[in-house]
T-cell receptor, first 114, second 111 residues
Framework: EAGVAQSPRYKIIEKRQSVAFWCNPI?????LYWYQQILGQGPKLLIQFQNNGVVDDSQLPKDRFSAERLKGVDSTLKIQPAKLEDSAVYLCASSSRLLSYEQYFGPGTRLTVT | AQSVTQLGSHVSVSEGALVLLRCNYS??????LFWYVQYPNQGLQLLLKYTSAATLVKGINGFEAEFKKSETSFHLTKPSAHMSDAAEYFC?????????FGDGTTLTVKP
């Protein structure tokens, strides 16, 4: 069974530039999560999708972050414009209610904003 | 609001010693509870999970955790630490489909 795929693995941009991350979840997993993990901290949920609908985006900075999940499969997270404090690892995870919501994580994208 | 607290951001043990990583949760009803491990430059990997069945849960790599409702705790243990256990460990809870993670505990294993 293929795992959660993310790309790119690393990205360096200057502040005020834009960036996009891509995630392909495990086949059949209806729930998809995007997390921001700042060095030394636990993952912070940015947005949660159930199929292609948003379940929770209460911690997503909507003035600069956006996300979509087309057709309930792949997802894209975008930051525009980026700030220095956006430097972090962005993790994508997927889960199934049938598996008690245990989450399967991708390898993450390490973003550095200079 | 639900929350997860991991006591001790850094734990250091000698190889072969007992590993104990502490986790307390705050929730009005017993949630699903999880321990994940993260190795450098990798995503999180599930170690074990509690889903209201047996209170003592066994996971991969010799780890286990005990759910104690009266103490709202879900501490992770391993009888004998191995060098390969050095990593960051995260406790997490899920209730009503919403997940919350603790800030993690870095485990160092000394030879």
């Amino acid at each position: 069974e293929a795992g959660v795929a993310q790309s790119p693995r690393y990205k360096i941009i200057e502040k005020r530039q834009s960036v996009a991350f891509w995630c392909n979840p495990i086949s059949g997993h209806a729930t998809l999560y995007w997390y921001q993990q700042i060095l030394g901290q636990g993952p912070k949920l940015l947005i949660q999708f159930q199929n292609n609908g948003v379940v929770d985006d209460s911690q997503l900075p909507k003035d600069r972050f956006s996300a979509e999940r087309l057709k309930g499969v792949d997802s894209t997270l975008k930051i525009q414009p980026a700030k220095l404090e956006d430097s972090a690892v962005y993790l994508c995870a997927s889960s199934s209610r049938l598996l008690s919501y245990e989450q399967y994580f991708g390898p993450g994208t390490r973003l550095t904003v200079t | 609001a639900q929350s997860v607290t991991q006591l001790g951001s850094h734990v250091s043990v000698s190889e072969g010693a007992l590993v104990l990583l502490r986790c307390n949760y705050s929730s009005s009803v017993p949630p699903y509870l999880f321990w994940y491990v993260q190795y450098p430059n990798q995503g999180l990997q599930l170690l074990l999970k509690y889903t209201s069945a047996a209170t003592l849960v066994k996971g991969i790599n010799g780890f286990e955790a005990e759910f104690k409702k009266s103490e709202t705790s879900f501490h992770l243990t391993k009888p004998s630490a191995h060098m390969s256990d050095a990593a960051e460990y995260f406790c997490a809870m899920t209730r009503a489909g919403k997940s919350t993670f603790g800030d993690g505990t870095t485990l160092t294993v000394k030879p």
